[in-house]
């Protein structure tokens, strides 16, 4: 019988998972961290590792790729979110031997298990889809293809979008200007983790930062999508007698998938994925960039 690592943060479901895998005879260890995952990760006598998509920051893929570093010949199972698939290409590029989606049947979990133990491991290190080391310095803007290979780089700030008064800077731009680094390196973490091709910030209906492959021209574009998608909620709202308090959008249309987000009052995080993408892990991990932002600049999201 096998010896398995369970990760997963919801302890009602890991000990459920712990039960029946126990019940026909495997050794189970359970924990709920990405730290004690990779202390436990490193022994010897481990023969596979189950993954849930909601392990906390610095989230799954970077736990994978580090097990994979302690662990080469160590099988994973990726668990998706609820009612979510993952993509061939997630699955491909992090070469993991089985998923066991939410929800399954009890009976099937044996089956899945074993396939998973008897798959075939790849001959040589999978691409890798997340540099989890942050820069020491922010990376000058490189002009490349959308299908590079390279992390996105860190962008200037494209020229205002809606143009706005030359009154003094609002108190959430100037948070933004002294954090400048700092959240730079938290959307770049971002784009990483949900391996998108650009992730922006507007402020005061401007686009003041973004991350990413997009030319200047295409991140102006979305930025102004992202900017009209919030006043049409707030006029939606308006009519509706209700108060915008939270503003969320999803639109998918040719090539991309815009994911947009409140981070606090006018200012919006965003991020541009082309072709498939998991919704769920998506929302997730910009729920977590955005409250990092909000930290950074002294107010809770909404």
Same mark, same amino acid.
């Not at 009602?12 to 990760?41: C, K, N, P, Y």
């Not at 993954?51 to 998706?80: H, N, S, T, Y």
């Not at 965003?270 to 977590?288: E, K, P, Q, V, Y």
């Given at each position: ?45 481990? %023969? ?79 691409? %890798? ?19 590079? %290979? ?54 005061? %209906? ?97």
């Amino acid at each position: 019988m096998a010896q398995i690592m369970i990760v997963d943060p919801n302890v009602a479901f890991a000990t459920l998972l712990q039960e029946e895998l126990s019940r026909h005879g495997h050794g189970v260890t359970v924990v709920h961290t990405m730290e004690a995952a990779l202390d436990i990760g490193a022994a010897s006598l481990l %023969d596979l590792a189950i993954v849930d998509m909601a392990v906390e920051r610095p989230g799954p893929v970077a736990l994978v790729k580090q097990l994979r570093e302690k662990r080469p010949d160590l099988r994973i199972m990726l668990i998706p979110f609820m009612g979510e698939e993952l993509t061939e290409s997630v699955t491909i590029s992090l070469s993991v031997q089985g998923v066991l989606p939410k929800p399954f049947f009890l009976p099937e979990l044996p089956e899945r298990i074993e396939a998973a133990l008897l798959a075939p491991m790849p001959l040589a290190p999978a691409p %890798d889809p997340v540099n989890t080391e942050p820069e020491s310095e922010p990376e000058p803007e490189v002009e490349e293809s959308a299908t590079g %290979d390279a992390p996105p780089a860190i962008s200037e700030p494209a020229p205002p979008i809606v143009s706005r008064s030359p009154a003094e800077p609002s108190e959430v731009s100037r948070a933004v200007t002294a954090h400048r680094s700092q959240i730079q390196r938290v959307m770049n973490a971002l784009a990483l983790e949900v391996t998108a091709d650009a992730v922006l910030l507007t402020v005061d %209906d401007r686009l003041e930062l973004w991350v990413g492959r997009l030319q200047p021209q295409e991140a102006n574009a979305m930025g102004n999508a992202v900017i009209q998608g919030w006043h049409t909620s707030v006029e939606v709202a308006r009519i509706l007698g209700r108060e915008q308090v939270r503003f969320e959008q999803s639109i998918t249309g040719g090539d991309y998938m815009l994911y947009a987000l409140s981070v606090g009052e006018r200012m919006i995080l965003a991020a541009a994925i082309r072709g498939g993408a998991t919704l769920g892990l998506l929302r997730h991990r910009a729920r977590g960039a955005a409250e990092d932002i909000a930290a950074l600049c002294g107010f809770s999201v909404g």
